[in-house]
């Protein structure tokens, strides 16, 4: 035979359950937040090394391209040649010297 909880019993019974449900639900909003951000990366192309840059091509978000012998990465979509001042492009590696 099992007793009744006393009224203290019952006092801890709710504020344990009480504290059980705020901590999942804090659990299921990181849990959201972190579903979101990896939807957000398994819908990114990846990168893409899309040849020597020409003036003729627009070149989207984590394109690589090749230009006076050095490779070049852009983060946005852009049609701007790589190595001019203010270009979106980030010199990733430095041509060699005689290109070597």
Request: net charge positive.
């Amino acid at each position: 035979m099992s007793a009744e909880p006393t009224a203290r019993e019952r006092g801890l019974l709710k504020a344990t359950a009480r504290t059980m449900r705020e901590q999942l639900e804090k659990r299921d909003a990181q849990i959201a937040a972190l579903e979101k951000r990896l939807a957000a990366l398994e819908a990114r192309k990846g990168f893409a090394y899309r040849g020597v840059w020409s003036e003729d091509e627009t070149y989207e978000p984590d394109d690589f391209v090749t230009h006076q012998g050095s490779l070049w990465h852009t983060d946005c979509e852009t049609r701007e040649r790589p190595g001019v001042p203010g270009s979106p492009w980030q010199l990733a590696v430095k041509r060699g010297r005689d290109a070597r």
